[in-house]
T-cell receptor, first 112, second 113 residues
């Protein structure tokens, strides 16, 4: 499975934007980039995913580098409820590896 | 929709006991997964299934068994519980189409003493 690299932790202030980086230099052409988050004492929650183009949804935006070797999850206005561990994961679109492999993720702290 | 339902939410087992963690989804998803998460760590895949009657091992399958007789259910069996199996267990499901994310259950917290 292709690997991703994320910072162990990040801090933000409430109401400010947050940019969570992810490096995936060995990404293949058929890998989708998925982001999940895990709030304390809960199961992971799907946030967003993309292949090549930038993506927006009600939760966040995903910016994908032109060479696809890195991506950034953008929370436009952080709230206290966004404090969680954020996981960046590659999912193979070619039917070979139909499973998500989690790393340690980035622990986001949001200060009031 | 209920999504992915896991039972029980909490359980304490004695060493050597057996139990089955239940997982049911009502979204007609083909793919189902079992993960475990040790304190302060990420999730590790135990077993997964791409459809009824088909299962395969993940990263940490030792000490566990699964079956998939229906699309909806994917139970995880612990035959001889050991302290190393103390963990939080998450079940997840997904559509065969890759334009969707995974849906996770709320977890089962298992302690083996």
């Amino acid at each position: 499975d292709a690997k991703t690299t994320q910072p162990n932790s990040m801090e933000s202030n409430e109401e400010e934007p947050v940019h969570l980086p992810c490096n995936h230099s060995t990404i293949s052409g058929t890998d989708y980039i998925h982001w999940y988050r895990q709030l304390p004492s809960q199961g992971p929650e799907y946030v967003i995913h993309g292949l090549t183009s930038n993506v927006n949804n009600r939760m966040a935006s995903l910016a994908i580098a032109e060479d696809r070797k890195s991506s950034t999850l953008i929370l436009h206005r952080a709230t206290l409820r966004d404090a969680a561990v954020y996981y960046c994961i590659l999912r193979d679109a070619q039917g070979g590896s139909e499973k998500l492999v989690f790393g340690k993720g980035t622990k986001l702290t949001v200060n009031p | 929709n209920a999504g992915v339902t896991q039972t029980p939410k909490f359980r304490i087992l004695k060493i050597g006991q057996s139990m089955t963690l239940q997982c049911t989804q009502d979204m007609n998803h083909n793919y189902m997964y079992w993960y475990r998460q040790d304190p302060g760590m990420g999730l590790k895949l135990i077993y997964y299934s791409v459809g009824a009657g088909i299962t395969d091992k993940g990263e940490v399958p030792n000490g566990y068994n699964v079956s998939r007789s229906t699309t909806e259910d994917f139970p995880l069996r612990l035959e001889l519980a050991a302290p190393s199996q103390t963990s939080v267990y998450f079940c997840a499901s997904s559509n065969a189409l890759l334009n969707y994310g995974y849906t996770f259950g709320s977890g089962t917290r298992l302690t083996v003493v």
